[in-house]
């Protein structure tokens, strides 16, 4: 069932707009009607974090704002409670106004939260980083790798080669990649 058909049948759940958001973001780029469509999604189910994370998203990805990115996502979290995307979109946008102890509270949330879900670890290195704690990145880095290598994913190449450059890869042992 295509997003109209369902906007149709449950126009007054978050889930349909937060399809035709998407569509209109990613397939059409247009941001503008996204925006206004992940506004529909929150009003339909301000308690949902469709919207929320859908318009965060937007603004940090398509329209680089961080200000506005800290804002949805912080009242996405208070609305609809804990919520890894959220989490992961406000520590991005904290980080990049260089607030990195306050994204590091949102990237520690985000792994709390997906525990097994390497990426979360991956998205703290990178603050880690920031912070000089070029160690501690390296452990995340390692654990991310460890918990996607199965369905291919690796780190960018780019962020590897700045925390080399800060700090030389640590040989691996048996602990690494097993927490957080």
Same mark, same amino acid.
């Given at each position: 069932m295509c997003w109209e058909e369902c906007l149709r049948v449950a126009p007054d759940r978050a889930g349909p707009h937060q399809r035709r958001a998407s569509m209109l973001w990613r397939d059409l780029d247009d941001a503008d009607g996204a925006l206004a469509a992940c506004d529909e999604a929150i009003a339909?189910?301000?308690?949902?974090?469709?919207?929320?994370?859908?318009?965060?998203?937007? *603004?940090? $990805?398509?329209?680089?704002? #961080?200000? =506005?990115?800290?804002?949805?996502?912080?009242?996405?979290?208070?609305?609809?409670? &804990?919520?890894?995307?959220?989490?992961?979109?406000?520590g991005y946008a904290l980080s990049e106004l260089g607030r990195h102890e306050e994204a590091l509270e949102d990237m520690n949330a985000a792994v709390k939260l997906t525990p097994l879900g390497g990426i979360s670890y991956y998205h703290r290195a990178t603050v880690l980083y920031e912070?000089?704690?070029?160690?501690?990145?390296?452990?995340?880095?390692?654990?991310?790798?460890?918990? *996607?290598? $199965?369905?291919?994913?690796? #780190?960018? =190449?780019?962020?590897?080669?700045?925390?080399?450059?800060?700090?030389?890869?640590? &040989?691996?042992?048996?602990?690494?990649?097993?927490?957080?």
């Open positions: 339909a189910e301000p308690d949902s974090p469709l919207g929320y994370v859908e318009k965060a998203d937007i *603004l940090w $990805q398509a329209l680089s704002h #961080p200000e =506005q990115t800290i804002a949805v996502a912080t009242e996405g979290l208070e609305a609809a409670g &804990e919520n890894y995307g959220l989490h992961i979109l406000r912070l000089g704690r070029y160690e501690e990145a390296w452990r995340d880095v390692h654990t991310a790798e460890s918990g *996607l290598s $199965q369905i291919g994913w690796t #780190p960018s =190449q780019g962020f590897i080669d700045k925390l080399s450059e800060a700090m030389p890869e640590p &040989e691996r042992d048996a602990d690494d990649g097993a927490g957080g």
